[in-house]
């Protein structure tokens, strides 16, 4: 499907509950707001995001620590209350969006759909309704999972009537469906705001940031840029000032014995030392190349080479073993970026990183293959 087709299937009776969740909260006008429903809605809050960052985010999608199978159908039953669908399509999706994380094929990328898209379009297009079984093999192994999956508004259904049968008709409305419509929010910054706007740290190949005000909204999730750098990590502030709450009752868990074999980040990732995989390093030399004009620039060098001069260089382009980028790497031609230019522009946009250089070298050779091709092509 064309990115021009992407809101084309958008499916209007999955979209009916969600709308209804949030005309309901309207109904507070005549239920009232009590003391009990607020604190009702502000514990749920808390309580729900971290369900969604320790259990469908952390463990259930990364896997970054160990915990029996009882604590793990609790997190399940928790996070489900959330009705942000069931344990098994949230995780398949968000690891789907790590493999495909702001290119085309992200399910939830505001740099390829725009950010409304991203924050919550996404969720009510049919293609994204069903769910990659395969990408959750280590949890389709547990039938209590599968039945919850079966059976995925039971756990929010529940809660709603646990809330009205405390709080009454206001315990419903402010304390379920209002905490319902935060913690939807809340958790769908991290899929829009948290590509657009932060710092980066570490170079991840996308546009991944850390927000501080995220962080403090989810627990710690706001740390997103780091996350994306080291997505086993239990742990998502990497800086003592970064703080992590979700990983602080992990951690507090795991001196009970509720959770183990938490997975913290290396030294040379928290140093920013690491070595990037030939994945990340491609890329972000996509992304960096694109910032180019390659299409402009062969239109000037079009346009200030003589004819004889611009015959020659598609000669040359034509001869060399490695097409243009051989033939244009050692041209100090009007026009063209230098390599040691393209490195400048790079240090200015991309986080530190040691392997930099490679994805100077990769994105040139990306420029100058396109460059080429728009040289080589006969006038129109």
Same mark, same amino acid.
């Given at each position: 499907?064309?990115?021009?087709?992407?809101?084309?299937?958008?499916?209007?009776?999955?979209?009916?509950?969600?709308?209804?969740?949030?005309?309901?909260?309207?109904?507070?006008?005549?239920?009232?707001?009590?003391?009990?429903?607020?604190?009702?809605?502000?514990?749920?809050?808390?309580?729900?995001?971290?369900?969604?960052?320790?259990?469908?985010?952390?463990?259930?999608?990364?896997?970054?620590?160990?915990?029996?199978?009882?604590?793990?159908?609790?997190?399940?039953?928790?996070?489900?209350?959330?009705?942000?669908?069931?344990?098994?399509?949230?995780?398949?999706?968000?690891?789907?969006?790590?493999?495909?994380?702001?290119?085309?094929?992200?399910?939830?990328?505001?740099?390829?759909?725009?950010?409304?898209?991203?924050?919550?379009?996404?969720?009510?297009?049919?293609?994204?309704?069903?769910?990659?079984?395969?990408?959750?093999?280590?949890?389709?192994?547990?039938?209590?999972?599968? /039945?919850?999956?079966?059976?995925?508004?039971?756990?929010?259904?529940?809660?709603?009537?646990?809330?009205?049968?405390?709080?009454?008709?206001?315990?419903?409305?402010?304390?379920?469906?209002?905490?319902?419509?935060?913690?939807?929010?809340?958790?769908?910054?991290?899929?829009?705001?948290?590509?657009?706007?932060?710092?980066?740290?570490?170079?991840?190949?996308?546009?991944?940031?850390?927000?501080?005000?995220?962080?403090?909204?989810?627990?710690?999730?706001?740390?997103?840029?780091?996350?994306?750098?080291?997505?086993?990590?239990?742990?998502?502030?990497?800086?003592?000032?970064?703080?992590?709450?979700?990983?602080?009752?992990?951690?507090?868990?795991?001196?009970?014995?509720?959770? /183990?074999?938490?997975?913290?980040?290396?030294?040379?990732?928290?140093?920013?030392?690491?070595?990037?995989?030939?994945?990340?390093?491609?890329?972000?030399?996509?992304?960096?190349?694109?910032?180019?004009?390659?299409?402009?620039?062969?239109?000037?060098?079009?346009?200030?080479?003589?004819?004889?001069?611009?015959?020659?260089?598609?000669?040359?382009?034509?001869?060399?073993?490695?097409?243009?980028?051989?033939?244009?790497?050692?041209?100090?031609?009007?026009?063209?970026?230098?390599?040691?230019?393209?490195?400048?522009?790079?240090?200015?946009?991309?986080?530190?990183?040691?392997?930099?250089?490679?994805?100077?070298?990769?994105?040139?050779?990306?420029?100058?293959?396109?460059?080429?091709?728009?040289?080589?092509?006969?006038?129109?």
């Amino acid at each position: 499907m064309s990115r021009n087709d992407a809101h084309d299937d958008i499916m209007y009776p999955s979209a009916v509950p969600f709308v209804l969740v949030h005309v309901g909260c309207l109904a507070a006008v005549w239920t009232g707001v009590t003391w009990e429903a607020l604190a009702i809605c502000v514990s749920l809050y808390w309580l729900r995001i971290f369900a969604i960052g320790a259990g469908y985010h952390r463990y259930f999608s990364h896997r970054s620590y160990a915990t029996s199978r009882a604590f793990q159908f609790m997190l399940a039953v928790l996070a489900q209350t959330t009705a942000q669908k069931s344990v098994l399509w949230w995780a398949a999706k968000h690891r789907h969006h790590h493999l495909h994380s702001d290119t085309e094929e992200d399910v939830h990328s505001p740099v390829q759909s725009g950010f409304l898209y991203s924050h919550v379009g996404w969720i009510f297009a049919k293609r994204h309704d069903s769910t990659d079984l395969t990408k959750v093999g280590d949890l389709t192994r547990f039938p209590e999972l599968v /039945w919850l999956h079966k059976y995925e508004l039971l756990p929010a259904v529940v809660l709603g009537v646990l809330c009205f049968l405390v709080g009454g008709s206001s315990g419903l409305v402010v304390g379920f469906l209002w905490s319902t419509v935060l913690v939807y929010h809340a958790t769908f910054c991290i899929n829009s705001l948290a590509h657009v706007h932060g710092s980066r740290r570490y170079v991840t190949g996308d546009d991944s940031r850390n927000n501080w005000l995220l962080a403090f909204m989810t627990m710690g999730e706001g740390w997103h840029n780091n996350h994306h750098a080291y997505q086993s990590s239990v742990r998502q502030g990497f800086r003592w000032w970064e703080i992590d709450p979700t990983y602080y009752i992990l951690k507090a868990l795991s001196w009970l014995g509720v959770v /183990w074999d938490l997975k913290t980040p290396p030294q040379p990732v928290l140093r920013n030392e690491q070595r990037l995989g030939s994945k990340v390093i491609n890329r972000a030399a996509a992304r960096l190349a694109a910032r180019f004009d390659a299409e402009r620039i062969a239109a000037a060098l079009k346009s200030s080479l003589q004819g004889h001069e611009l015959l020659a260089l598609r000669e040359g382009i034509a001869k060399a073993r490695d097409g243009a980028t051989e033939a244009l790497a050692g041209m100090h031609l009007p026009h063209l970026p230098s390599r040691d230019e393209f490195l400048n522009y790079a240090r200015a946009m991309l986080a530190s990183s040691p392997s930099l250089e490679e994805i100077v070298d990769r994105a040139y050779e990306l420029l100058l293959a396109s460059v080429g091709t728009h040289l080589a092509a006969p006038a129109r």
